[in-house]
């Protein structure tokens, strides 16, 4: 987005009068015909990660998603600088950043953990790992058949949805997908899973909340074209009926800064 940049140069200055070193993920350089200035120390993400003590990503609540999946399991404080439309995970606006950065050089913030899914699927005789922050979906793709997934909660047999799709949601992705899909709102720092049929062909379908300690497991019984399995609505891998999905809550957690100026409330 091109309100980045402005709010880039307005964050490396903010920074640089308060004497922190800032450094830069060499993304950037993705953006063709961009004079990047001689005072910008640009590194690979892994590297920034690595040697960061906070991140700010700069965009919308899809920045933040792909930046705590990219981190993986060394996971740093991150503050979301929200351009744009509608933002639930970020702390700070195009608006109010410059008083939010000042209280994070203070030390003025929180942190709040938050749960990340961990969904193995094995695929071509290989085994897979993807971590998400908000959900992971089963979705019927292009197909319009009724799309039946069978699900087992630690190897006791829940049900078999029919319908277009499952949502495996976190508490942050509470608010997502599964929202408009009729599931429940959940407080971030109670660590469950929530199973949400999508446009479920029965009257008894409801969501169900889990303790995030179940072990979910995704298996389907009829053969189906165009299936796929999407990971915080940013990673599509088809997936055929013959492969099996595993999802558990991963070992390691996000850590999303939090400010006293705001609170979950005000922002729900």
């Not at 998603?65 to 933002?87: A, D, E, F, N």
């Not at 695929?123 to 087992?152: C, F, M």
């Not at 499952?166 to 599964?178: E, K, V």
């Not at 055929?240 to 800064?257: C, E, G, K, M, P």
Request: charge should be negative.
């Amino acid at each position: 987005k091109e309100e980045y940049f402005s709010i880039l140069e307005r964050v490396y200055d903010i920074l640089a009068k308060s004497d922190i070193k800032i450094i830069i993920s060499d993304d950037l350089k993705k953006k063709n015909n961009l004079q990047i200035p001689n005072t910008y120390s640009l590194v690979e993400f892994d590297t920034l990660a690595k040697e960061s003590d906070i991140i700010f990503a700069i965009g919308g609540d899809g920045t933040i998603l792909s930046t705590v999946r990219r981190i993986g399991k060394k996971q740093k404080p991150i503050m979301g600088i929200h351009i744009g439309g509608l933002g639930f995970l970020s702390e700070c606006s195009e608006n109010n950043f410059e008083k939010s950065i000042h209280y994070v050089v203070n030390n003025e913030y929180g942190i709040s953990k938050r749960m990340i899914l961990e969904t193995k699927i094995l695929v071509n005789g290989k085994e897979e790992i993807y971590w998400s922050l908000n959900d992971v979906v089963v979705d019927h793709g292009p197909s319009a058949r009724i799309l039946k997934t069978e699900v087992h909660v630690s190897d006791n047999y829940l049900n078999t949805y029919e319908g277009d799709g499952l949502i495996i949601s976190t508490p942050t992705g509470s608010t997502a997908y599964s929202l408009s899909s009729g599931g429940p709102i959940i407080y971030p720092d109670i660590n469950t899973i929530t199973v949400t049929p999508i446009c479920p062909h029965s009257l008894s379908a409801r969501p169900i909340v889990l303790k995030a300690n179940e072990n979910i497991s995704l298996s389907f019984l009829d053969p189906f074209d165009g299936m796929a399995l999407i990971v915080d609505g940013q990673i599509r891998i088809k997936i055929v009926n013959r492969v099996a999905v595993n999802i558990a809550q991963a070992d390691h957690f996000a850590q999303l800064i939090n400010l006293p100026s705001n609170g979950y409330f005000n922002t729900l």
